[in-house]
Nanobody, 124 residues
């Protein structure tokens, strides 16, 4: 059974950093692309970043490039999201997700499994 468990969220001041983790189990982790999405209160879920199964290819929401970095440790079955220079508008529930394949994409419909999310709050 596939499980994705996010951690690392919290309250941080604007300009600060957080590192989110997503512990994966129940599948061959390195065989699947993974992604991060977020949903702010009253807004639709949006794509943040994605990474190929081997970790060699990454893809970001344009406005987050340079501040957020997605990575993975296939030996530990863990996905990461390093978030720097955080802004109040980054406040959201952050989800990790597993793609149906090793194809990484921004489309939420291409992801088969989702975690429960970890809350990030950035104060001004």
């Amino acid at each position: 059974q596939v499980h994705l468990v996010e951690s690392g969220g919290g309250l941080v001041q604007a300009g600060g950093s957080l590192r989110l983790s997503c512990a994966a189990s129940g599948f061959a982790f390195s065989s699947y692309a993974m992604g991060w999405f977020r949903q702010a209160p009253g807004k639709e879920r949006e794509f943040v970043a994605a990474i190929s199964g081997g970790g060699g290819s990454t893809f970001y929401k344009d406005s987050l490039k340079g501040r957020f970095t997605i990575s993975r440790d296939n030996a530990k079955n863990t996905l990461y999201l390093q978030m720097n220079s955080l802004k109040p508008e980054d406040t959201a529930l952050y989800y990790c997700a597993r793609s149906y394949t090793n194809y990484y994409t921004h489309a939420a419909g291409a992801y088969a499994y989702w975690g429960q999310g970890t809350q990030v709050a950035v104060s001004s």
